[in-house]
């Protein structure tokens, strides 16, 4: 089972009201530990500078370089990217746009059809047109959207993208036509982001700058944001010499067959792409003593050992070589090579959520390469030099606590209260892990571990049979103390594990979701043995609430069901999907009655 959501837990604090369900004692994981889930991660596998220019080759031919003949104009880019001040972002749109866009998002279910298809996980977020004021520059006719993958999503806070070219061509801002703009959802420090790029970049991995902002939307605070490079052509330019190669995004991607087609292209999709995704999973697969050459082929080897060592020695544990996820590849036309490129390390500096305690801490070997070559000796011998010399020359921890104590003092200001309120907390927790982390990698690599977990398959999600029920309450209940009180359900399984009805009572109760504006939310309990409930919980759009059956695979649409130990632990059984949920009263009218039936599917992983 996957530990809940802290979203999740904290809407089922509400569940059972008087009987008790208070805060987990085993602390659940952030919303980003549902992607470790998706990606197989560390605990599922335990339990289960550029360089010189290449003569032309046949290397080179096989990677296609992108026609560029524009002329680039002065960049005044760093302008927006300052280490001394937050630039200011006043947004405004259409009040009703902006509740469109909050309340936009992806679901598991979403990233999950998409893995087992092998195709990019889609993205759901649309364009609204907008204005903005970019450090003190106004710019009308922006297209403004919604952004995050899963983890960072948040009606509140939305992490957002602006495209000020969207209506008017070539409008910018100091060389900018777009700004991508991080919630930090998982990182109350709000630190991590920019923390964790100055080790890839002082390590001399091309990384995205990073800077802060403080974000109004038609002028409600939503704090400090980070403001961190679009990784588009002007990032490739800033780089690489010409000519323009391409650039992927890999999100729960890697380099073994059926895990590849969930690379993104991020500029000139209409363009044929090159092979070059197909020969690193053909060179990863060859026998142990051809991989190192087979390797150097087609990936900068040196670069990737060094890029792996980052990723290790600032716990960026949501990356590539832990969790396949956050990370980008260039393939430079040049040598024909791939280059990994950092990205999303909002998460850093931390050991993975839920990991064993047996799990090392100096390697992550999940990433095939990054498995496939710590099994090697050659590989590994590689790879502890690199993590020798990141620990030498780019992590440097008493530069590192000083930054932290300057961007706390620069950032101050601009914190909400609730975000003033979390930072301390994690701020000691990060400085601890800044501290401590030299110690805890050079006491372990004085003998140094093996990685003996497989390769995890997939993520795709196993039918174990049916869950069926029904229940009936009223509008507007979902926030109320006590669920035995506001409803009534019945619920029951015919599943590989357990057949029959639980006998009840049951509990229910509906209203708008707190967590999704635009959707409803419905909630029944059950106990299932002494001082254990089971709870499901429904949440889809408003426009599907109504009378008659629901499509419980429309985009929107999700139902989980948990094992509930009040004052204890809140556990993920499995996920619903398939079957039926039908409607006989759906008005979301506070007072009104809500009753359903249902018959779907439990998927788990």
Known sequence: ??????????????????????????????????????????????????????????????????????????????????????????????????????????????????????????????????????????????????????????????????????????????????????????????????????????????????????????????????????????????????????????????????????????????????????????????????????????????????????????????????????????????????????????GAFLRPPSAPAELPTSVFANGILAHRLYNTWQGRARYHTALAEVLASAFDEEALLAEIDRLVALTADARLPTEAAAAPDDLAQLRQYIAGRRAVLEAELANAPDWPYPPSERPCLVDHGRVYGGLVTTWGTLLEDNIFQTGSATLGFETDFYTGALPGPGGSKAGPDPDTPGNARMQLALPSEPGVYAVLDISMPLALFEPGPVDTTAPGVQALIFRLVPNETVDLIGYLRGGDIVFGDALAVDGSPVSASFDLRLLTF
Not at 301 to 307: A, M, N, S, V
């Open 1 to 346: 089972m996957t530990r809940l959501t802290r979203m999740a837990a904290l809407a089922l604090f509400l569940v059972l009201g008087g009987s008790g369900c208070g805060d987990s004692a085993s602390d659940p994981a952030d919303e980003a530990t549902a992607l470790d889930a998706v990606s197989g991660d560390t605990v599922d596998a335990a339990g289960g500078d550029v360089g010189e220019d290449a003569a032309e080759d046949t290397q080179v031919a096989t990677v296609d370089s992108v026609e560029d003949t524009s002329a680039p104009d002065e960049d005044l880019s760093d302008l927006l990217f300052p280490n001394d001040r937050l630039i200011e972002v006043a947004i405004e749109l259409a009040p009703e746009d902006f509740d469109a866009l909050r309340g936009q998002r992806r679901t598991l279910f979403d990233i999950l059809d998409a893995v087992c298809d092998d195709q990019p996980v889609p993205d759901p977020f649309t364009w609204f047109r907008g204005s903005a004021t970019l450090d003190g520059q106004r710019v009308e006719d922006i297209g403004v959207r919604k952004k995050g993958f899963l983890g960072s999503l948040d009606p509140d806070r939305p992490a957002l993208k602006l495209k000020l070219d969207a209506y008017v061509d070539g409008q910018e801002v100091a060389s900018l036509e777009r700004v991508t703009l991080n919630n930090n959802r998982q990182d109350p420090s709000r630190l991590r982001t920019c923390l964790a790029y100055s080790v890839f970049r002082a390590a001399g991995i091309p990384t995205p700058r990073c800077a802060f902002a403080h974000v109004t939307v038609n002028g409600e605070d939503l704090g400090v944001y980070t403001h961190v490079e679009s990784m588009k052509k002007d990032f490739v330019r800033r780089w690489f010499p010409e000519p323009l190669g391409e650039l992927y995004e890999g999100n729960v991607s890697d380099f073994r067959a059926g895990w590849t087609g969930t690379f993104e292209r991020k500029y000139d999709e209409d363009t044929p792409a090159s092979d070059i995704i197909d020969r690193v999973t053909a060179a990863a697969a060859v026998p142990d003593d051809q991989l190192i050459d087979a390797l150097e082929e087609v990936v900068d080897l040196d670069e990737l050992f060094t890029f792996w060592a980052v990723e290790v020695v600032i716990g960026h544990w949501d990356g590539y070589a832990n969790n396949r996820n956050n990370f980008l590849v260039y393939a430079d036309p040049r040598d024909g090579r791939l280059r990994f490129l950092p990205w999303g390390p909002d």
